[in-house]
């Protein structure tokens, strides 16, 4: 089993992905742009082995533009050498990768352009882990597409279409349900009519469900079924409802109780989950060391990263923390204690005077001029008298940090969460 997140990681400095439009491509600025992606990538995936984070999304954008016209550039032979130690450390990582092309690739739409242009962006996209040196089990996932009136007629085009795919396609190619127009039980008779896997995405589920009496469980079990051996461990989509939001919507973190119990009734407990979550590695390090348990050094690093969002809410809790990471052992027990208490905490209402004192003691590692003091003490003060909210307190906070290097506090959740 391996618990994973998509495409973005926080807390990890020089990890962020470059876009390009249109506009800006030259040769210089693809070149440039897919320099900086690749070694941001590298950062990400030397995180994710250090963290024993064994299952990750790329981002489509690696490679800027990579399907359009407009992009000449062979990066492919460029890149080649950073391509294969991209490719070497999630090996010895044991990790598995994946990418999920976007909304704009539809293989069953009824215009042949669009079809060609999702032929020619599926083919990049396995061209990027072949290129990799990574085998038919690192995936690429993807949507049905629309219904355009008649959805039989949608699915027989996906057919027809998904047949003139380059077989290196077909082989990393997994069907995904999604919510609103294609179940689980129509993504699954196409899938096995097709010859590739099914992805169960629970979200996705719960606001489009087939109507029949059928378990997520039992639904997981069938899609168990379009598995092979070559396509490596069954994965599914795992995340929740944020409360706030539109359905469909992404939860900011994973609730502990709510996943424990999903985990619990999962018929195959060896399969791979791909959270897809607001705070992405933050919560798949919670998911992971509450199912493997993890050392009592890795959770008081956690810990320190967690620390100014605990001390803005309530510091007399930091005692508890720092008592439970030294008392505990080697054990599930102590990640589930630690993560339940955090939890707790997180979920109170943030203390306006508390914030104050923690933003000034997090600034005061990022001000090396005392014209950066003087100015973020200003805007502390504005936060104080409540004529500035938090978050652009924090991106001020954030910018110093970045600009000095401050790895201490780029590492941390503060002005992530």
């Known amino acids: 089993m391996a618990i994973g997140y998509a495409c973005l990681t926080i807390g990890v400095p020089d990890s962020g992905m ?3 439009t249109l506009s800006q491509v030259t040769e210089k600025t693809l070149f440039d742009c897919c320099e900086h992606n690749l070694s941001h990538l590298k950062n990400i995936l030397l995180y994710n082995r250090e963290n024993n984070l064994r299952f990750f999304r790329i981002s489509s954008d690696i490679i800027p533009l990579a399907s359009r016209v407009e992009n000449t550039l062979p990066w492919w032979e460029i890149f080649s050498q950073q391509l294969e130690e991209l490719g070497s450390i999630a090996k010895q990582g044991s990790m598995r990768l994946s990418m999920h092309p976007g909304q704009y690739t539809v293989l069953n739409s009824p ?157 195959d407990k060896g399969i791979d989950i791909m959270l897809e979550v607001k705070d992405k590695n933050i919560s798949a390090l919670k998911c992971m060391h509450c199912l493997e348990g993890t050392t009592e050094q890795r959770l008081y690093d956690q810990w320190l990263n967690y620390l100014p969002l605990v001390t803005e809410r309530d510091p007399s809790k930091v005692w508890e923390f720092e008592q439970l990471c030294k008392d505990g052992t080697d054990t599930k027990g102590l990640s589930l204690a630690f993560y339940s208490l955090l939890e707790k905490v997180l979920g109170l209402e943030i203390d306006r005077d508390q914030a104050a004192i923690t933003a000034e003691a997090v600034a005061e590692k990022c001000c090396k001029t005392e014209a950066e003091k003087r100015q973020l003490l200003a805007r502390i003060a504005l936060y104080a008298k409540a004529e500035i909210d938090l978050d652009k307190l924090k991106q001020s906070i954030q910018n110093l940090a970045e600009k000095h290097a ?12």
Not at 134 to 147: E, I, M, P, Q, S
Not at 202 to 207: D, F, I, Q, R
Not at 406 to 416: D, G, P
């Open 18 to 20: 470059k876009r390009l």
């Open 111 to 267: 215009r042949e352009d669009v079809v060609e242009n999702a032929i020619e962006d599926l083919i990049y996209h396995a061209r990027f882990l072949d290129s990799m040196g990574l085998d038919a089990t690192h995936k690429l996932v993807l949507h049905v597409g629309g219904a355009y009136g008649n959805k039989d007629g949608a699915l027989d085009r996906f057919a027809q279409n998904f047949a003139k795919l380059p077989q290196g396609v077909k082989g990393r190619l997994i069907l995904e349900n999604d919510d609103k127009l294609y179940t689980i039980g129509e993504v699954l008779a196409l899938a096995r009519q097709v010859g590739c896997p099914a992805v169960f995405d629970n979200l996705h589920h719960s606001l489009n469900t087939d109507k029949t009496d059928k378990s997520e469980q039992t639904w997981i079990e069938e899609c168990a079924t379009t598995w092979k051996a070559e396509d490596g461990r069954q994965k599914i989509h795992y995340s929740q409802q944020d409360p706030k939001k539109k359905q469909g919507s992404h939860s900011p973190t994973i609730s502990l109780d709510d996943f424990l119990a999903f985990h619990a009734e999962l018929p």
């Open 406 to 417: 401050v790895h201490e506090v780029l590492r941390s959740y503060y002005t992530m969460m």
